[in-house]
Structure formats: structure tokens, C-alpha cells
């Protein structure tokens, strides 16, 4: 499988401190995507689920996980790998949050499975121009679904008070920024660190 990022605690995807994981590759190429480093898929990023699991269990075994998001590049292009991770990860929670440029009609068709052991589909692709800054989703077209019933009055209160914030880790490749970012921010970011004399940074 090919994972680019596993970040914890992740706290602007979702609530609560969650393991952030990031799949690498996508073919829906968004026009003003804020990964566009994680479309083509890159043999440094190619791990086994068993390392990934490892990964996981060393902060499961000392820290407190809220939920798992769940986004790339769009995990659904490695639909049997996520399969496998959502089935490993559902043994800690169903807390799940997967990000798709899928629709939820054709996922549900394809890849049922999946779905039934998660909390919550963020489905559609990235449109820029419909960047409205809203929260928890990129554009006003996509759609946040709430799968698991048992977590629906918590995701209701959650999308209602909520708003979006951008979280920066430093890691071997430099910041990365999670987050929702509002249109034109990944370019205002990079001039200003242009200015600085920094490197410029990827988005999450």
C-alpha cells in the first residue's frame, strides 16, 4: 500500500486527537487540490499494512485516540488495503473519517464494506471555485455523511459549533498544514515563506 503521512494528534479533522492517515496516489487531479504532491504514487511511500499497523499500535499504546481520519490523495484507489486498514482500525473505534472524491452512491455500490464500518464519508471531488470556507469539507458540493448512527448526535453538535482551523507539524519533509484551508491559501503561504527565505510547505 502506499501511505504518505500518519500525523497524530490531529485535532482540525475531526474531533477529538485523532491518528491522521494520508494515502498516496489520486486520479481525480482537483484543480486547487491542497495535496497535489500525493497524486502520483511514489515508491518511497510504499508500506506495508503491517508497518502501518505498528505505527498506529506505538500510539495507541501511549497516547488517548479520539478517531481516525482517514484522506490523501483519495484512499478508495486502494480500495483493498483500505479495506483491510478500516477493518484493523475498527477494532479500536468506528470512529472513521474517510475523505473521497467518490460520490457516496458509487462507493456504497463498490465498496460497501468499507462503509458500514465507519463514522463518517466526506464524498465529492474538490471544486475551488465553491471553496466557501466551509467546514470540515473543501467545497459547498461535497457532502458529509454520518454512517454510524451511534455517532450521530455527536457529528450533529460537532458541524454545528464547529469551525476550521489550520494545525502545522514539522516532520522530516518540512510543514505540513492540516487542515481545510480556504481558497488561495496554499499560495498566499508559500509567497510568505517565499519572503522569508523558508521552504515552502504542504497542505494536508
Known amino acids: ?71 490523501g490523495g ?3 484507489e486502494q480500495a483493498e488495503d483500505l479495506e483491510k486498514l478500516v477493518n484493523y482500525l475498527s477494532t479500536i473505534t ?3 473519517i474517510i475523505y473521497s472524491g467518490y460520490k457516496f452512491d458509487y462507493l456504497n455500490d463498490k465498496h460497501h464494506s468499507i462503509l458500514e464500518k465507519i463514522a463518517v464519508l466526506i ?36 458541524l454545528i459549533n464547529g469551525e476550521n482551523e489550520i494545525q502545522n507539524f514539522t516532520t522530516t519533509d518540512g510543514v505540513i498544514s492540516v487542515g481545510i484551508h480556504r481558497r488561495g491559501y496554499e499560495q498566499e503561504l508559500n509567497d510568505l515563506m517565499n519572503k522569508m527565505g523558508l521552504e515552502e510547505t504542504n497542505n494536508g
Open 74 to 76: 483519495d484512499p478508495f
Open 94 to 96: 468506528q470512529d472513521i
Open 123 to 158: 464524498d465529492g471531488e474538490y471544486i475551488e471555485e465553491k471553496n466557501e470556507n466551509c467546514f470540515m469539507k473543501g467545497s459547498t458540493n461535497q457532502n458529509i455523511i454520518v454512517l454510524n448512527q451511534s455517532y450521530k448526535d455527536m457529528y450533529d453538535n460537532y
Open 1 to 71: 500500500m502506499y501511505v504518505a503521512r500518519l500525523l497524530y494528534p490531529v485535532k482540525v479533522l475531526g474531533p477529538g486527537n485523532r491518528v491522521g492517515i494520508w494515502f498516496n496516489g489520486c486520479t481525480h487531479f482537483c484543480k486547487g487540490c491542497s495535496n497535489p504532491e500525493l497524486w502520483e504514487l511514489q515508491d518511497r511511500y510504499k508500506v506495508s499494512l503491517e508497518n502501518v499497523i505498528k505505527l498506529i499500535e506505538r500510539i495507541t499504546e501511549h497516547h488517548k485516540v479520539d478517531g481516525f481520519t482517514i484522506t
